[in-house]
């Protein structure tokens, strides 16, 4: 049975000396359909593992109250709380836990184990389970004698031999170089379809959130910042802080002047402000891919805005160039195809003078703290998005 999980009113504070300690999970409220993947994403310490180990029951909440399909796992203010067992959740976690002492087999069994199915024990579900994360030849070794790959596959088969309605994953992947990476993400999109279970899956990799989520949480401070569709949150990031974190990596500072803005001294095109038009500053956040460069002395189109920055580095990507460049005190970064078109950058002696340029509907722009329009200084307080 999938199950969906609701969770309300959150909070989980840890105490340590200070008895005035911030709460690390902060009023959540989060509800994960039947069937989803759901991922969790967001910067160190902002609270992930410890949600998952709330809904596990591994941690017990403050307050607040958890659901996992049609049972009430915890609730303070009812006293109710489910241990881990009870709770028909399989678990990956970042470091595998494998058994050192059990095999291959005897690991991913041990769920089945535990939950006493003898059936499916001896009906040969765990080679199948073993069979679909690409493990059947490696059933009797030892999880010493396994690459990390290997082991964390066989930590995701374990995860999900008893058919939970429920998979909580916590990294499963971060220990995997790049190409195994991808081949486990795909493995893993594919067992979700099939077996239908709901997943959350925890990460920091934004693009293995966009690959992998149905939806999407943004998580800060032990909040949901937004939570919507990959396609969603991509195209409108709601706060500056989740346009930051997913990759609109470049900012600038657009000041108003009359009718128009500027940034850099030069107009923005084709930009008046959106509903925020009566703002004085605005911070603006472009993607990389969304900068362009131009010679210092090319006429940029009538729609781009172009300002003078210098080229402090460039970087070969194979299909594609990263430039790091400085416009007056702001760092930007531009990603540009490697072709003919750019081959002229990758020749550029350092310290060259360049133009950089933007279309004003590329970017998104962000109200900011009245009180401080420093960037080193803005730890993102409550952005509200302005314009689109
Ligand atoms: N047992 C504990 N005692 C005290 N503080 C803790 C404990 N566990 C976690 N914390 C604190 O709670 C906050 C959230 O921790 P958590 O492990 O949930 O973060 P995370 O989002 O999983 O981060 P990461 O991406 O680094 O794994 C951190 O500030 C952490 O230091
Ligand atoms: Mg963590």
Redesign the pocket.
């Known amino acids: 049975m999938t199950a969906a999980v609701t969770i309300t009113g959150l909070s989980k504070r840890?105490h340590?000396r200070s008895r005035t300690s911030t709460p690390?999970i902060d009023d959540l409220n989060l509800e994960v359909r039947e069937g989803e993947f759901l991922v969790l994403l967001?910067?160190?310490?902002?609270?992930?593992?410890?949600?998952l180990r709330m809904l596990a029951g591994l941690e017990a909440p403050d307050a607040g109250r958890i659901r996992i399909g049609d049972r009430t796992v915890f609730d303070r203010e009812e006293r109710v709380k489910l241990p881990p067992d009870k709770r028909d959740i399989g678990m990956v976690f970042q470091t595998y836990a494998l058994w050192p002492h059990l095999t291959v087999r005897q690991n991913i069994a041990y769920p089945l184990k535990v939950r006493r199915r003898k059936r499916e024990l001896a009906d040969g579900w765990v080679e199948r389970v073993a069979a679909l994360v690409d493990c059947g030849s490696l059933l009797d070794r030892f999880p010493g004698q396994l690459s990390g790959g290997q082991q964390q596959r066989v930590a995701l088969a374990r995860g999900l031999v008893a058919r939970p309605g429920l998979v909580l994953m916590d990294?499963p992947m971060s220990n995997l170089d790049a190409k195994l990476r991808d081949q486990v993400r795909t493995e893993l999109h594919e067992l979700h379809r099939r077996l239908g279970f709901t997943a959350v899956f925890?990460t920091?990799d934004q693009a293995e959130a966009f690959a992998l989520g149905d939806r999407m949480a943004i998580?800060r401070s032990g909040r949901i910042e937004q939570l919507d569709t990959p396609e969603g949150v991509f195209g409108a990031p709601q706060t500056e802080y989740v346009a930051d974190f997913i990759g609109m990596s470049n900012r600038l500072i657009l000041q108003r002047n009359g009718r128009f803005w500027t940034t850099h001294g030069v107009d923005v095109v084709g930009f008046d402000g959106g509903p925020h038009a009566e703002s004085t500053s605005l911070a603006y956040r472009l993607r990389p891919d969304h900068l362009a460069v131009l010679p210092r002395d090319c006429e940029p189109a009538p729609d781009l805005t172009a300002m003078r920055a210098e080229v402090l580095d460039v970087q070969y990507g194979g299909g594609h160039i990263d430039v790091v460049l400085a416009a007056d005190g702001d760092r930007l970064a531009a990603r540009l195809p490697a072709d003919m078109s750019t081959s002229w950058l990758r020749s550029s002696v350092p310290h060259a003078v360049v133009q950089v340029a933007f279309r004003a509907e590329d970017g998104r722009a962000y109200t900011l703290r009245p009180d401080s329009e420093d960037p080193a200084d803005i730890d993102y307080p409550a952005l509200e998005e302005v314009a689109g």
């Open positions: 840890f340590g690390v967001g910067p160190s310490g902002c609270g992930k593992t410890t949600t990294e925890v920091h998580m």
